[in-house]
């Protein structure tokens, strides 16, 4: 009975262990979760009123870019957020290039 109960706790064990590795793998070690921090890093950096070129050297190349927003006419940059985050990070530009609106992730 008792050598039962060892067994069944050591594989507990061994599958909580396991569960929380896969957790932080997705959420802090692989390459998609420390871009995404580092995504969220380097936005906290940007202002209204940077050019492109300016927003693509702090936050390197956007993950997508959309040439004009369907609604305003504004061209947009995308940057992935965090693990289970609502949303991105988009930067939106006037036609001239400089940032007039930054949007967050929730």
Do not use: C
């Not at 050598?3 to 070690?29: A, D, P, R």
């Amino acid at each position: 009975m008792f050598k039962v109960m060892k067994k069944v706790f050591i594989f507990i064990g061994v599958l909580v262990s396991l569960l929380v590795l896969v957790f932080f793998y997705f959420t802090e070690w692989n390459a998609v979760a420390r871009k995404s921090k580092q995504n969220v890093t380097n936005s906290e950096k940007l202002e209204i009123g940077m050019d492109s070129l300016q927003v693509k050297s702090i936050m390197g190349e956007p993950d997508a870019r959309n040439e004009y927003d369907s609604e305003s006419n504004v061209p947009s940059f995308y940057y992935q957020p965090p693990y289970l985050a609502s949303d991105g990070i988009y930067i939106h530009f006037d036609s001239l290039g400089i940032v007039k609106r930054i949007v967050y992730f929730e």
